[in-house]
């Protein structure tokens, strides 16, 4: 079926306790099941627009968003970016939906589903991770910062940046048009065309995402809802060994690997990384609810308004 075909997003928006507005999409109809798809670091909600528009012909509502300081989200006044913020604004999201959504988180966005869902359940009826786990492979984090502190200049041109994408994306058989990137770029004042992040974010992350490890792994043993982590089998973000250490702290979850993909699962992928999506959906209305955890001193939650 032709993704012409398939539900069309509507734009939606929410504005998170500090002001900062975040851009969204809304897919099917908004009494469906809910399905919150969170995205990675230096990506925005434009990556799920393929599994979620097939997704929501299957029945679902799904919901996507560009986190703050990505894409077309509002960038905070004080310019400081915390993984705290990240993790209230998807808290928030998750309890404006009329029920409880299924999150399908990748990178960064799984991450902060775990650690929500550990610590504030609860939150999701049930978690599909991509290619994520609470320890990660340092090589292939640090190629994915090399990255993004590459080009600081910008580019001339579309070509420019199209190049630039099919040398970080070798395994892609298709180099991706040069227009499809123009929702990724903003021009500058000098004519020249940057990435759609903000680039004071890259430090302050990046740097405190080791320090909540201890976290991920508290937040991992306590996740009772369904659960699906599926990796790369070319992954150098995860590892056979951090999987088995996420499957040995959440032994109810489901492991399934998409063999010639990378990090970048669903770019790479789509068709493959959906169905295993929807597989996973199909199975959830025979599992049980889930039990609420509590923690003896939850954080605070910010409320969010759409």
């Known amino acids: ?31 469906a099941p809910p399905v919150l798809f969170a995205h990675g670091f230096g990506q925005t909600g434009q990556a799920w627009r393929a599994s979620a528009a097939r997704i929501a012909a299957g029945g679902r ?7 703050r300081g990505h894409g077309r989200s509002g960038r ?23 029920a409880a959504p299924v999150l399908v ?28 786990t609470p320890r990660w492979e340092p090589a292939g984090v640090a190629r994915i910062l090399a990255f993004m502190h590459a080009h600081p ?57 080791e320090r909540y490890q201890p976290r991920l792994f508290a937040a991992a043993r306590r996740i009772r809802v369904p659960t699906l ?6 992954s150098d973000v995860v590892s056979a060994e951090t999987i088995g250490e996420f499957l040995a702290l959440v032994p109810h979850a489901r492991h399934v690997a998409v063999a010639d993909a990378t990090h970048m699962v669903v770019g790479d992928r789509n068709d493959r990384f959906t169905r295993h999506v929807e597989e996973f959906l199909n199975t959830l209305p025979s599992m049980p609810p ?10 605070s939650s910010r409320p969010v308004r759409g």
């Open 153 to 209: 200049d910008g580019f001339a041109d579309l070509d420019a940046a199209a190049a630039a994408i099919a040398a970080y994306l070798p395994q892609r058989s298709e180099r991706r048009p040069p227009a499809r990137l123009r929702e990724l770029l903003i021009p500058g004042a000098d004519g020249r065309l940057r990435w759609h992040w903000d680039p004071r974010m890259l430090g302050p992350v990046a740097g405190e995402g």
């Open 76 to 98: 905070p006044d004080t310019g400081e970016y915390h993984l705290e913020a990240f993790a209230d604004d998807l808290a928030a999201i998750a309890r404006s939906c009329a």
């Open 1 to 31: 079926m032709d993704l012409s075909e398939l539900p069309q997003p509507a734009a939606c928006a929410f504005v998170a306790a500090d002001g900062v507005h975040l851009a969204a999409e809304r897919y099917g109809a908004p009494t």
């Open 229 to 234: 982590l599926v990796s790369g089998g070319a």
């Open 61 to 67: 509502h799904c919901i996507t968003f560009d986190a």
């Open 105 to 132: 988180g990748a990178s960064m966005g799984g991450l902060l589903g775990l650690l929500i869902e550990g610590e504030r359940a609860p939150l999701f009826s049930a978690l599909v991770l991509v290619d994520i």
């Open 290 to 299: 889930p039990e609420p955890i509590r923690p003896a001193d939850p954080p």
